[in-house]
């Protein structure tokens, strides 16, 4: 810190302890806060310490590692409990620490020296104030770079990221139009399509961003395993509701009796079912519990499905929550897209990425086609419980060696997880994000029903406004996409009056205003 900015620091604390008239009980609260805070912080020194030991050793990108080391001491200080503590501090006036994710110890330090004025203590050390303004502003440049930049005032702060479909490639003018609702990059589902289309796709979306003056960055989605039903045996046009019974098999072979029965996409999925798993077919429309096992056959009963029942047919999505499954992230046909995808892409969207060795493989894999040129960011699309916990651990092996960021890739999570439980965990995955100052995407269904028909519910607008928070939102393929974007463009920016992060903006309000 320079002396300017110390002089500044200690300034400030002596006035926060001259304008505090304190009662005798308020004295003594300052000083337990003090003792305990001065406890914690050196608790999370230790703790973040030891995790530091695993991490510091993965970070060739030193620009990344002063993000490892706010991580470590988020995930340190989150081990503890602080909800007893923050009524008091606030009834002090000085943060409740609600706010800290960004920026942990500048934060600490900066309640711990005004604790000590209040108490009396003869010393303070305040941190330098950029220590804590400096977390949102790398936050801040990292998602320009990876979702587009524009001169400020000129749209909202979140970034909108628009998927593609294979028509688009026959014309820039979709994405000429997509760009003047709003849109700042695009999303290429490799899963979809082929190379041909592709190219032609990023064609057009470079065009595009050479003519507005603008740099459009391009998202591209690696398929990753597919989980779907392949094959169905059984009456035509099969309804399953609740109660029946059904049948999960390996190949023809295991065919059990009369059962009706669905051979999925990969063994593994088969494989993994035990007695009592869980299965859900489409997003969650229907699920099953497994009632026994016999050779290369799961027997099902269905113990929640839609009134009028649902179709058994092949292409259906199929989950397995609660189960963890050993399948290779990264697959063949993954492998033959990154030969087009590394030198187009700016981003490389990894689907299914579930542990650190996952986001190896890919990362080595680019590096094998990169021939030693740019690589592109990685962005980590959060699916599955497994990348839930491991979370931490794939954004430093990622951002490690590559620009990183996030997806919450709300639909596959919801099913695997619960939808009850999506609201919590969504929250937790920005404060997790922001701790790292990696930029988040929140996806899945956001304004679905503009895009698709015209018309968003009221549910839909919330959620578009909640999404505010993260970095990025990605709006899904459909025939109003353009309108989706200017619809969403204009929430995005009545919110940022309002809010930051978890930080609100008291921006004036005129509704109400005397005359």
């Known amino acids: 810190m320079d002396g300017t ?115 009396g203590e003869p010393e303070a050390v305040f941190p330098d104030p950029s220590a804590i303004s400096g977390g949102a502003a790398l936050l801040a440049e990292r998602r320009s770079r990876l979702f587009g930049d524009r001169p400020e005032g000129t749209g909202p702060e979140t970034r909108i990221m628009v998927t593609l479909a294979g028509e688009t490639a026959l014309t820039s003018g979709r994405i000429a139009d997509l760009a003047a609702a709003g849109a700042d990059c695009f999303r290429i589902n490799c899963a979809h399509d082929g190379p041909g289309e592709w190219r032609e796709m990023i064609r057009h979306i470079r065009d595009t961003g050479a003519r507005l003056g603008r740099r459009l960055p391009i998202s591209m989605d690696l398929g990753g395993p597919k989980f779907r039903v392949a094959r169905v045996w059984g009456p035509e046009k099969l309804r399953l509701g609740q109660g029946d019974r059904f049948a999960l098999v390996l190949s023809p072979r295991d065919l059990p009796g009369k059962l009706p029965a669905a051979q999925l996409s990969d063994p593994a999925l088969v494989q993994a ?21 016999r050779g290369g056959a799961a027997e099902l009963v269905v113990t929640r499905a839609p009134d009028a029942g649902l179709r058994l047919k092949p292409g259906k999505g199929v989950n397995l929550p609660g189960i963890d499954l050993d399948v290779p992230a990264l697959t063949a046909e993954d492998r033959a897209a990154l030969d087009v995808v590394v030198p187009l892409a700016d981003i490389v969207a990894f689907s299914f990425v579930q542990t650190p060795a996952d986001v190896r493989g890919l990362i080595d894999a680019m590096e094998e086609r990169a021939g030693g040129l740019r690589l592109p960011a990685v962005l980590l699309k959060i699916e599955t419980p497994l990348a839930l916990r491991n979370l931490p651990d794939l954004i430093v092996e990622a951002g490690g060696r590559v620009p ?112």
């Open 404 to 515: 990183v960021g996030v997806m919450i890739a709300r639909g596959d999570l919801a099913v695997e997880i619960g939808f009850d439980r999506l609201s919590e965990i969504q929250e937790e995955v920005l404060w997790l994000c922001e701790a790292a100052q990696v930029p988040v995407v929140w996806a899945t269904q956001v304004l679905e029903g503009m895009v698709k028909e015209g018309q968003a519910s009221r549910a839909e607008i919330t959620d578009a406004a909640m999404s505010q928070r993260a970095e990025c939102v990605m709006l899904n393929k459909g025939a109003h996409q353009a309108e989706a974007v200017s619809f969403l463009r204009d929430i995005l920016m009545r919110m940022d009056r309002h809010q930051d992060k978890k930080r609100a903006r008291l921006s004036a309000l005129g509704l109400w205003r005397q005359g």
């Open 5 to 119: 900015s110390a002089e500044r620091s200690q300034e400030a604390g002596r006035q926060i302890a001259a304008v505090v008239r304190m009662t005798e009980g308020q004295d003594i609260a300052a000083r337990q806060l003090l003792d305990r805070l001065t406890e914690l912080r050196a608790e999370i020194a230790h703790r973040a310490t030891r995790r530091m030991s695993d991490w510091a050793p993965l970070v060739r990108r030193t620009e990344f590692l002063s993000s490892v080391e706010n991580l470590a001491d988020w995930l340190a200080l989150r081990e503890t409990d602080l909800t007893p503590v923050q009524p008091a501090l606030g009834q002090l006036g000085l943060s409740s620490l609600g706010r800290l994710d960004g920026h942990v110890r500048p934060s600490l330090d900066a309640v711990i020296a005004a604790l000590s004025l209040i108490a």
């Open 273 to 293: 079912l035990g007695i009592g798993a869980l299965v859900s077919l489409d997003d969650g429309k229907l699920w099953a519990e497994v009632t026994a096992r």
